[in-house]
């Protein structure tokens, strides 16, 4: 199982990049999709997460700026990232979980909560 994120890198506040997740070792559609971010010196937080159906959670702070989507045919997951602020910057990581693993609670819960999968991260930096 790998999960190959990509996309990452310097851009000024205001600008845009597209991260790439590309997943390999198992069946992409029986799996929901996310997007973490870990910033220096704070927790891991979920950014925006996608079930098999296409349902979708996003964290406030990115709402109306980031776009999750995702390629079945390609086994690939994207994020479009807008109007890219300073507090942006962190490593970001791709996950998966399947959907066989179910939670109730939140949208976040029931979006991003329990990954299986983990990739290594792409490092964003919004600075001037």
């Known amino acids: 199982v790998q999960l190959q994120a990509s996309g990452g890198g310097l851009v000024q506040p205001g600008g845009s990049l597209r991260l790439s997740c590309a997943a390999s070792?198992?069946?992409?559609?029986?799996?929901?999709i996310g997007w973490f971010r870990q910033a220096p010196g704070k927790e891991r937080e979920g950014v925006s997460c996608m079930r098999s159906s296409g349902s979708t959670y996003y964290a406030d702070s990115v709402k109306g700026r980031f776009t999750i989507s995702r390629d079945n045919a390609k086994s690939t997951a994207y994020l479009q990232m807008n109007s890219l602020k300073p507090e942006d910057t962190a490593v970001y990581y791709c996950a998966a979980r399947s959907r066989r693993r179910t939670y109730s609670g939140t949208a976040y819960f029931t979006h991003c909560y329990g990954m299986n999968y983990w990739g290594k991260g792409t490092l964003v930096t919004v600075s001037s």
């Open positions: 070792g198992f069946t992409f559609d029986d799996y929901y």
